[in-house]
């Protein structure tokens, strides 16, 4: 089985603060980690995805995760963050030997209050 | 680029009427995924197409859900006959696999929000 935990119902954070919002995941194999971010009424926008490689992956709108296999995490963080990136997060795990679904976490809520 | 299209956006109609939901994934793209979001279980995958053939179709709920994939720039899924506990918003997805693998990006539509009453 494959999972994603995300342990944190909402975050906060002030304008220009850096944010960081926490993704653990559990799967047999190596995984394959995404992040996503929904605006109200809107569809899921793909932020970055880690793959192989360099475990620091960069994505867009100035976000940035980083793989840690031996914390089995994988954190969204951002150095400054803006009032417009208030929104939902997910997380979500998918492995080379699973199904073809992607297994999202529940979603992280930001606020970034000015 | 159009990104994934979906219609309606929102849909709003009766216990026992059939629903069709409709998207247009983006071209190119030889994937499409049909997930459904609800607050109790979150996004959850439905049926999967792989170039328009149907590969796990696990996740429908039960016989009155169906999807077809006519072509590769269409799909649908239908209820019915429509429930209540049916209400969620709906999301297409399309991604462009190689291979067998499955690291492919998947795109979403903007959802079809359906309430049944």
């Known amino acids: 089985a494959q999972s994603v935990a995300q342990p944190e119902d909402q975050v906060n954070v002030a304008e220009g603060n850096p944010l960081t919002v926490k993704c653990t995941y559990s799967?047999?194999?190596?995984?394959?980690l995404f992040w996503y971010v929904q605006y109200p009424n809107r569809g899921l926008q793909f932020l970055l995805k880690y793959i192989t490689g360099d475990n620091l992956v960069k994505g867009s709108y100035g976000f940035e995760a980083e793989f840690n296999k031996s914390q089995t995490s994988f954190h969204l963080k951002k150095p400054s963050a803006l009032v417009s990136d208030s929104a939902l997060y997910f997380c979500?795990?998918?492995?080379?030997?699973?199904?073809?679904?992607?297994?999202f976490g529940k979603g992280t809520s930001l606020l970034v209050t000015p | 680029d159009a990104g994934v299209i979906q219609s309606p956006r929102h849909e709003v109609t009766e216990m026992g009427q059939e629903v069709t939901l409709r998207c247009k994934p983006i071209s190119g793209h030889n994937s499409l995924f049909w997930y459904r979001q609800t607050m109790m279980r979150g996004l959850e995958l439905l049926i999967y197409f792989n170039n328009n053939v149907p590969i796990d179709d696990s996740g429908m709920p039960e016989d009155r859900f169906s999807a077809k994939m006519p072509n590769a720039s269409f799909s649908t899924l239908k209820i019915q006959p429509s429930e209540p506990r049916d209400s969620a918003v709906y999301f297409c997805a399309s991604s462009l696999r190689v291979g067998r693998e499955k690291a492919d990006t998947q795109y979403f539509g903007p959802g079809t929000r359906l309430t049944v009453l």
């Open positions: 799967v047999s194999g190596n995984p394959y």
């Open positions: 979500a795990v998918r492995t080379s030997n699973s199904g073809y679904a992607l297994n």
